[in-house]
């Protein structure tokens, strides 16, 4: 276990810094720099000499590898720059908005393991049976939506029409159910299938068929058996899946007039605001990089064919 | 069981409905309805720095900050921090006396030392303000007394007056506003000005509470408080209204003219068109391409259908526009012959040059080059995009080959500054930067308006006189060179106007004495009344 931790750290810090590189990298390669994008955003016409000037006390015009050494030391200390529209730290902006973000994606998170574990247990286990078949259409009608006209149809009913939830905003518990649970349905469906398909084919498994034969309980057999089998795949999906709720919650924030990282990074981006994008895209690379990490920690954890494989290798 | 769940649905739902409730009083406007007023914006208004452009908000800087004199609703300069001004004989410097009985919100008062500070701050970041030509031609400030500045200029400019009444840069912040470095293009410390509002609450991203400054030095608002709701999406401001959280979306920015005829067709809400407030049009360039040639762009404007454009994409809430500026605009009551949709004299037009239609081709060619524009575009800018769409197939059928190119939209505006286009869509700035504003971008190299007229054979005469306009302290001579400036500009068909633009307002039927601001970035919020 211990070889499989030392190796799992080690590969996390180089795909840190590889991501680094690719944060700063890929920025400044989009045309249009963050002085320039400053004045055309407020339409005015500005002279080269202006922008020029401009760049110089921003620091743009040095060598890249100067900026992008510059940045990644101070980026250590988690002193991410400064914002070149607000003129505040990057650290301070994205924190300030970050917890809503991270709300709002664990709540979606909570609600996508527990509709998806529940209705994709119960249709495997009743297979064919009425919920399975309402499980299955349910899956392909939600599948086919995009999860902004969702977010549409369930304010216009859920808010306006019907009145229970509000419309719009942040605060209280009620504002978080309706984002939350837009953001849910669009994982919801995969991961009823992928709950679905992989216990079907883990059912008929040799150890599952043994326990069947040993005559051990149904309900045992689903808990103890099938479900621990496809954990390992499932936890893994999910770690991809936390990354992708924080990334894609923007249109959500858009939407219900939330003011996460998701609608800030957004507009950041019409910007060019090179050190918010770049927080941004190695805050939530590093997330993804922990996440995972700890995913593959929970896999050898519940199967040792993992980190015997790791240690061994 | 059945009954257990469905009280327990019920139980949690009720329980659901009482948060939100709970969490909508904090910011709603019924709580007290006769004196707040709620409104939706799509931006966050910023930091509300009186010295500086975005994420600032114009209306919002408005608000709060007062310029020494300001635009009247009939173009005439009038008194505003400056009750009077004189002017040197030569022109070269301004003494303003200013009022004695203006008071910041933070209880300071108003002194020509203050004053002179705010210019200086401006003046020291020129280079962010090189567009505006009041800031360049400013050479210092002078402190007659506690109640009296000389502002002196380089040259003469004759548009000075009016763009110190701009919303920004030039409008005066409280002593206490200013952050430890002193130059407030490293930000404010406060938002202190002396506008009829004060900053009461905010929070950024999602709403800014304004609150009637009680102090004000003139008419003060009717409202007690207006709040402003920041809602980024369109759907989501309709619903709002809808729902009673908001009483007011104000202008053309917020809703899209269907959106806004969709409002206006429920019956259940009072809609207001303004005045023209800028030109929509489409600028030539002159120096690239078929558009070099005059008798291209003259068919061009001939092939144009206005009436069906506005009818149909811009759902009749603009007006057909045939000069660069509307009538009634400084300067702009000239008798110009209208280029009127004529498809007979487009063809004629373009034969004449040469373009000719070869039997069974679709396009025009001359010289074996075919007769195509290049059309970059927002591609995020739905509205213009229909229009490019619709010019697509009406030009069509005189032959003329339209290339578009929908992009991002600082990758657009970047390709029209390197001129590798035909023909760009621009607004014209309004009052009180309309004509000279607009009419100055002509000299900038690299921008819409010098593409424009670059290409042509007069013009050097042209820029020229503009250049003399600007500096013109005789308002006869002011007056013919504007008049020979228009003449040329129509005269060449360099630009091709398509609507005067006009903002719009939806709101709910208890407000009264709605308006618009000649302005087109104000919110005339200090008249708005809740019946």
Known sequence: ?313 | MKKLSSFLLIFALSIVAACGNLEDKKQSTSSNPKSVLTMSWVKDIGQVNPHMYAPNELFAQAMLYDPLVSYGEDGKIQPALATSWEMATDGKSYTFTLRDDVMYSDGSKLTAENVKRNIDTVVDNSAAHSWLEVVAVIDNVEIIDELQVKINLKEPYYPFLQELSLIRPLRMLADSGFPESGTTKDGIAKPIGSGPWILTDYQQDSFAEFTRNENYWGEKPKLKKVIVKIIPDAQARMMALEKGDIDLIFGSGQLAPAEYQALQKTGKYQTMISEPSSTRILSFNTTYGVTQDKNVRLALQHAFDRQTMIDYVLNGLEQEAYTLFAPGFPFSDIKLEHYTYNLEKATQLLEDAGWALESGATFRTKNGQTLTLVIPYNSGDQVHKTIFEYLQSAWREIGVEVQLIGEEDQLFKMRSKTGQYNLIMNDTWGVPYDPHMYIRTMTGDKQIGYYAQKGLAVSEQLTANIGKVIRSTDEGQRRALYESIFQTIHEEAIFMPLSYRTNYLVANNELANLSFSKQQYEVPLKNFEVK
């Not at chain 1, 002085?35 to 000499?49: C, G, H, R």
């Open chain 1, 1 to 313: 276990m211990g070889r499989f931790l030392a190796k799992r750290l080690g590969s996390m810090l180089l795909a840190f810094f590889g991501m680094t590189i690719i944060a700063f990298g890929l920025i400044r390669v989009i045309p249009v720099d963050p002085v320039e994008a400053y004045f055309t955003m407020n339409q005015i016409p500005i002279s080269e000499e202006g922008l020029a000037s401009m760049r110089e006390e921003e620091g743009y015009n040095r060598p890249l590898l100067v900026q992008y050494s510059t940045w990644l030391v101070d980026a250590m200390t988690l002193d991410f720059g400064e914002s070149f529209v607000s003129k505040k730290s990057v650290t301070a902006e994205l924190l300030q908005r970050f917890h809503v973000t991270l709300t709002l994606a664990a709540t979606a998170f909570i609600m996508i393991v527990t509709v998806s574990l529940t209705v994709g247990i119960w249709s495997a286990t009743k297979r064919g049976g009425f919920i399975d078949w309402l499980s299955r259409s349910f899956i392909f009608t939600l599948a086919s939506m995009p999860s902004f006209w969702l977010a549409f149809v369930f304010v216009y009913i859920v808010a306006l029409k019907w009145g229970l939830l509000p419309l719009m905003g942040w605060g209280s518990f009620a504002h978080v159910i309706l984002p939350a649970g837009t953001l849910a349905l669009g994982f919801i469906p995969y991961y009823i299938r992928l709950i679905r398909s992989s216990m079907l084919e883990e059912v008929n498994k040799p150890h599952v068929v043994f326990a069947r034969a040993r005559g051990v309980k149904e309900s045992v057999i689903i808990r103890r058996h099938v479900v621990k089998g496809i954990l390992p795949q499932l936890v893994t999906s999910l770690a991809m899946t936390c990354g992708g709720l924080l990334g894609g919650a923007a249109i959500i924030e858009i939407v219900f007039t939330i003011s996460g990282v998701g609608r800030f990074v957004v507009e950041s981006m019409f910007a060019r605001d090179y050190f918010v994008l770049q927080g941004f895209i190695v805050m939530i690379g590093g997330l993804y990089i922990v996440f995972n990490f700890v995913a593959d920690l929970l896999c050898a954890l519940v199967d040792p064919r993992v980190r015997i494989k790791g240690d061994g290798a």
